[in-house]
């Protein structure tokens, strides 16, 4: 599975967008882009994926690059609760082992 | 509620001991996975398994022993093998790892110290 590179953490205020970036210049064209989050002591929660087109659900938005060599999570008003750590994955489609390869992962402060 | 069940939230092994970490589901999935979190790092897979009676090694097998023998069920077992167990261990499944595109649920994991 090709790599992703993440900040390390990001501060964010409270009820303002945050966007967390991250770079995998070497994704081939069946990768999937998954994101996941962590709350302290819990174990990960699936956020979003996508492919090629920018994807919307209740939680995120994910945006991708045209060349999809980047991708930016969005989190359109961070609250207290989105206070974790999170990690940019790539997948490949129809890969025989299924497991996902963490990253360190950026960890996202939320301050009041 | 559907999801996944670890127990015990935290656990101790003495030296020379083997210890068991349970980890059930209610999703209907079939493959399940273990990962072990070391701190400020990311998971490493130890074993998973795509169907009952079924198992892989992962990257970092060594000194673990699974078993799959119920669909909802997939303990792990931290053998005295294992020299350096003090981590987190999570469990998680998903509907199969063919649909690669099925989120992966987890559980809220076990902290396991050596006494």
């Known amino acids: 599975d090709a790599k992703t590179t993440q900040p390390n953490s990001m501060e964010s205020n409270e009820e303002e967008p945050v966007h967390l970036p991250c770079n995998h210049s070497t994704i081939s064209g069946t990768d999937y882009i998954h994101w996941y989050r962590q709350l302290p002591s819990q174990g990960p929660e699936y956020v979003i994926h996508g492919l090629t087109s920018n994807v919307n659900n209740r939680m995120a938005s994910l945006a991708i690059a045209e060349d999809r060599k980047s991708s930016t999570l969005i989190l359109h008003r961070a609250t207290l609760r989105d206070a974790a750590v999170y990690y940019c994955i790539l997948k490949n489609y129809g890969g025989s082992q299924g497991n996902l390869i963490f990253g360190k992962g950026t960890k996202l402060s939320v301050k009041p | 509620d559907g999801g996944i069940t670890q127990s015990p939230k935290y656990l101790f092994r003495k030296e020379g001991q083997n210890v068991t970490l349970s980890c059930e589901q209610n999703l209907n999935h079939d493959a399940m996975y273990w990962y072990r979190q070391d701190p400020g790092q990311g998971l490493r897979l130890i074993y998973y398994?795509?169907?009952?009676?079924?198992?892989q090694k992962g990257d970092i097998a060594e000194g673990y022993s699974v078993s799959r023998e119920k669909k909802e069920s997939f303990p792990l077992t931290v053998t005295s093998a294992q020299k350096n167990p003090t981590a987190f261990y999570l469990c998680?499944?998903?509907?199969?790892?063919?649909?690669?595109?099925?989120?992966?649920?987890f559980g809220d994991g076990t902290r396991l110290s050596i006494l």
């Open positions: 398994s795509q169907i009952v009676n079924d198992f």
């Open positions: 998680a499944s998903s509907r199969g790892t063919d649909r690669d595109l099925e989120p992966q649920h």
